[in-house]
């Protein structure tokens, strides 16, 4: 049966490579040492004709050999329509990309399993590891370390503490305002605002201080478990508020796009919940059966604040509308992964499109305003396709753990992949652009296409 699934995998990887030149405006594939759990995007650093510079936030989770690390590269992003067809297919699945340099390393105290940037400053990062608590990071202010077996933690520039028991995956920043919000398995939901502490975050740690060093405002905050027996120091901060209507481990959280006090959460326990800090802690809105099974991931909409994502190991995404959550019912259900859904994010760009990524190893587009319309005459949807699909990247060979689309350049995302369970270690990091007539509006695309018909039709008569 294994056998049957790797052939299967090869075969569908095989033929997404013959299709890359056709389907892709640009793509880079880095191999990792070391699986990431966490990939994303961090600020522009520069632009150039032809390409942009940019800071990319991943992880190492290792086998122990060397410590865990909190990664953060410089990613060369190449401009659309300037990829060569010939240079996109070209590259070696063993081999790490000219395009990914890593730039600092973080010994991070236990492993990375979720990373969030802070909208406001996306150079402060929150990290999700085997503890109960949440640890922000200034990359720039931190030293570079090297990361070889028996070398102490980087010291965090804050700790978030509030946890009972370990949070390791849920965690969201707030896009109005500096706060955290956290879920783990204590089934509570955790919000923290570091207001106080942004603009003292370089002065606590600088690169000149060593990194065990302690202060007289550090403290020490947890043991952490999962394997994880060093003690983690460093400034500490009380939770703003803890919530509770979970019955099972939180798995991920969300903040309403357009305010601070409202949030979302889903967990182990099937349920959606919906809250309002400004009407206590306890849950808004509660939908109990959002799916048939856990609920890994969700995603609020920044374009229609109205529309919430939610993922599940029932291999389903759906989408509900806020104004009609007490009907228990999604909008919509969108079947098109043969496993557990891990991760969903709408596009920064336009506000009926999503990803969505799944232990199948696909991550599938979606344009949920195509449901129910005439099928297109470009011959680019497949035409068994679910509905509202419309692109399927299938470069990753094993489940793809998390993916992000870059706000800067909005159809660019970056994606990654465990590939432990088919290579028996490592990771693959991809960076990709789908071609621009696949998403254009088909009047637009057509007209393009139609200028080049004399050229066509003239490489026939040769």
Request: with cysteine.
């Amino acid at each position: 049966m294994k056998g049957e699934k790797g052939r299967s995998v090869e075969e569908k990887y095989t033929q997404w490579k013959s299709l890359v030149p056709v389907l892709y405006d640009w793509l880079a594939n880095h191999n990792l040492v070391w699986p990431s759990l966490s990939c994303r995007w961090g600020p522009q650093l520069e632009q150039a004709t032809y390409k942009t510079r940019q800071r990319l936030y991943l992880s190492e989770q290792t086998d122990g050999s060397v410590p865990n690390t909190l990664v953060i590269a410089n990613c060369e992003v190449v401009k659309p329509r300037v990829a060569a067809a010939e240079h996109i297919s070209q590259f070696n699945e063993e081999a790490r990309s000219p395009f990914v340099k890593k730039y600092k390393t973080i010994i991070h105290p236990g492993e990375v399993n979720r990373i969030r940037e802070l909208p406001q400053n996306s150079k402060i990062v929150a990290t999700h590891t085997d503890s109960p608590d949440v640890l922000i990071w200034d990359v720039e202010a931190q030293p570079n370390r090297h990361a070889v077996l028996g070398a102490a933690d980087s010291r965090p520039d804050l700790i978030l503490t509030g946890h009972q028991e370990n949070a390791e995956f849920a965690l969201a920043m707030c896009p109005t305002e500096p706060f955290v919000l956290s879920g783990g398995k204590d089934k509570s939901v955790v919000l923290w605002s570091i207001q106080d502490h942004i603009s003292t975050l370089a002065k606590e740690q600088g690169p000149t201080k060593s990194p065990g060093s302690t202060s007289t405002s550090t403290k020490h905050a947890s043991k952490g478990g999962g394997g994880n027996d060093n003690h983690v120091e460093g400034p500490s901060v009380e939770a703003r508020g803890i919530y509770l209507g979970h019955e099972d481990t939180v798995e991920d959280v969300q903040f309403c796009p357009s305010s601070a006090q409202e949030f979302c959460s889903v967990g182990d326990d099937s349920c959606l919940i919906l809250w309002d800090a400004r009407a206590g802690s306890t849950p808004a809105i509660k939908v109990e059966k959002a799916h048939n099974a856990d609920i890994h991931c969700v995603d609020w909409n920044r374009h229609d604040v109205n529309l919430i994502l939610t993922g599940s190991a029932d291999n389903t995404i759906h989408m509900f509308d806020r104004r009609n959550l007490s009907s228990g019912s999604p909008v919509h259900k969108f079947v098109g992964h043969s496993a557990a859904v891990l991760c969903v994010q709408w596009s920064p760009d336009k506000s009926s499109v999503f990803g969505s990524s799944a232990e199948d190893g696909i991550l599938n587009i979606w344009d949920h305003e195509k449901i129910g319309k005439r099928q297109d005459t470009t011959g680019l949807k497949a035409p068994n396709a679910p509905p509202g699909l419309f692109f399927q990247h299938a470069g990753h060979r094993d489940k793809v753990v998390d993916f992000h689309w870059n706000t800067s350049d909005p159809w660019t995302i970056v994606s990654v992949s465990d590939d432990c369970e088919s290579t028996n270690g490592g990771g693959t990091l991809q960076i990709w652009r789908m071609i621009d007539l696949i998403y254009r509006p088909v009047d637009e695309v057509l007209a393009e296409l139609d200028k080049f018909k004399p050229h066509i039709l003239g490489c026939e008569q040769n």
